[in-house]
DNA sequence: ATCGGTCATGTTTGCGCTAACACGATGGAG
DNA sequence: CTCCATCGTGTTAGCGCAAACATGACCGAT
């Protein structure tokens, strides 16, 4: 009987407004938009009438008015490729948590294949759906400054080129995949096989300088790289063609499934991990500690290259998007199991 | 030199709207909206004109002016809880894929733990965002209608409660876990043993009912069941105890990383897979085809699932809320590979 | 008592867009 | 040659919100 109403099924074309909460609590709807807006300017009475009005009226802000009106939208979007990838899916879950902490929403855009035009298209659609700022998701290809931004908003490049004009967050690979290496040779292997992912993702290619960089200052030699595309199935391939050399005791593989297609590649073979061969992978996957036999690899914190991704974008919206272009390393760390051991006695 | 506008550092506070365009190509601002709408009634050279005139200042819709106006968002919200799990990032990928091919934007809400604040939470998060409608990626919990749904919001649940008030996809789970616990005993085993998910994982109980329901048909003894968490590392621990009994010859685990967890455990109590035990796993990843042994699984197809969410959740935009509820089931497939055989002889 | 200052609240305005309507020009039917 | 339908285009209004400004009540200092 009150003035309470009650949303009945079909009715009510449209959710309450400020004006409806106004009417209801007998306010203005400015004051309505100052306690939805936490403003300290307003009695406490008034606030608590125009509260209960809210609950009653199950009101809830208008995001597209507030964002005409401000012309900020409080959305992130993400730019991804892979989501099937671990890394990239982590990636992402620590983006939109970070975000949410923040209180920004993520609008995610898959652009099936990293070629300029997927990205580009990717760009309008979030652009287009009002986004304040961008993450991309291991972006291969935006060095090529020839991606045409329509309006100047800012970019993170999450695992990206690292000349890319936009500010980038990554794992330290160069760091990773040096001690990966070290690791192996420090087991007393005379060098470390490499097996890199493809030759276009800027992860892979900085992983393989790493690899060849701390063969190099430890003068051993350096072993054709072979490469990969990430799959299990592609480390498998090339792990057939490792396992046939009998100078092979020590294999790198740039992720962990390619790692586990190299041990099943060596496990067919009849070589034994770890005593005749060495493996060590890269992402720590959840379940690489349980492969057969449990893999030394390396581990990535990505809930804060998910924190740092969104603390640059919020840094550049604050300073304006021609603010400092930011370059944030997160150190990996690796992870000793049983894959790796010392080379069988020459 | 002609009148391209390039985006200078910090110049242009605001982008070009539809006045700017109306005006530059010497139009009404209506004229503008129905080229950007692609209307049929504007004269071609009109249309040029405008077009050019857009390109050259960059315009892009304000989605936000655009929503305020036409009640909807063209946007979709995903609740998801784990996305580090394969088959929820591979369905939200899909769902993204989807609703892009739908001219939707995702706007992804990440809820901590499948508790009914945390979805209460991410529903406001979603709703305060304005999307239009929203899926729910392994609901847990849904079925309490406890949840306050601040509007009438059509909602699709993937791989959720098949008893929850709304509209639901899911893999038909029944007949993935019946078709792997009906191949092993079809190859001789005398019972299956079962390595479940969590107990409040419906997508979980589902494989274990039916897996229980295959025994009892075949009239199989119906061994004790075991539970973990999705986890290699709670694969491993389970498969430590069912390793150490003479008469678990055949077992079916929830997801593939727990059979990895129980594959680890079997090598290492120096049980051969499969010529002393078979192993079955649950969802096909990729890398299950490099595990030691290969890993005969059941493969779902999550392009599918994110289809279907994608196409209930716009039927139900279109045809209003009070619509009916659906439930759509696809089919699962069993991928048979090599840790799978005939039991030892007797 | 008078004044400037603070506070709570109301009023006005416009963000960018599209639905609805208005209007003039054209064209075929009568 | 008139009439009305059609077509291309312009005009107006309003979506829900918050910034800017306006108002009036109250206060302590003079």
Redesign the pocket.
């Known amino acids: 009987m009150a003035g309470v109403e009650v949303p009945f099924p079909g009715a009510r074309k449209?959710?309450p407004?400020?004006?409806d909460v106004?009417m209801l609590a007998?306010?203005?709807?400015?004051?309505v938009?100052?306690v939805?807006?936490g403003l300290?300017?307003?009695?406490g009475?008034?606030?608590e009438r125009v509260l209960t009005a809210m609950r009653e009226l199950g009101?809830q802000?208008?995001s597209a008015?507030?964002a005409?009106?401000?012309?900020r939208f409080h959305m992130l979007g993400v730019i991804s490729f892979d989501l099937s990838a671990h890394g990239n899916a982590r990636t992402l879950a620590a983006i939109s948590r970070a975000a949410q902490a923040a209180g920004y929403s993520v609008n995610v855009a898959y652009a099936e294949k990293p070629t300029e035009d997927a990205v580009q298209q990717a760009f309008f659609q979030l652009t287009g759906q009002a986004v304040d700022g961008v993450v991309v998701i291991e972006a291969q290809i935006l060095d090529r400054q020839g991606l045409h931004l329509p309006s100047a908003i800012p970019v993170v490049v999450a695992d990206g080129a690292q000349n890319s004009p936009f500010s980038s967050v990554d794992n330290n690979q160069a760091a990773g995949a040096g001690a990966a290496t070290q690791h192996l040779l420090d087991l007393g292997h005379r060098t470390v096989w490499h097996v890199g992912g493809p030759e276009d993702s800027y992860s892979a290619r900085r992983r393989a300088a790493a690899w060849r960089g701390t063969l190099t200052q430890a003068q051993a030699p350096v072993p054709p790289q072979h490469s990969g595309d990430w799959t299990a199935a592609s480390g498998y391939r090339i792990g057939t063609e490792l396992a046939a050399r009998d100078d092979v005791t020590a294999i790198f593989a740039a992720n962990d499934h390619m790692a586990l297609g190299v041990m099943l590649a060596l496990h067919e073979a009849g070589r034994d991990v770890p005593t005749e061969v060495s493996v060590v992978g890269y992402d720590d996957v959840p379940e690489s500690a349980c492969f057969i036999p449990p893999l030394t690899t390396v581990h990535q914190d990505f809930e804060e290259i998910g924190r740092q991704c969104v603390g640059l974008l919020l840094d550049q919206l604050d300073a304006g998007v021609g603010s400092a272009q930011a370059v944030v390393s997160v150190a990996p760390r690796l992870v000793v199991r049983a894959s790796t051991g010392p080379p069988p006695a020459a």
């Open positions: 449209r959710p407004s400020q004006a106004a007998g306010v203005s709807a400015q004051t938009s100052r939805a807006n300290s300017n307003v009695d009475q008034t606030r009101y802000r208008n008015a507030r005409l009106v401000l012309g």
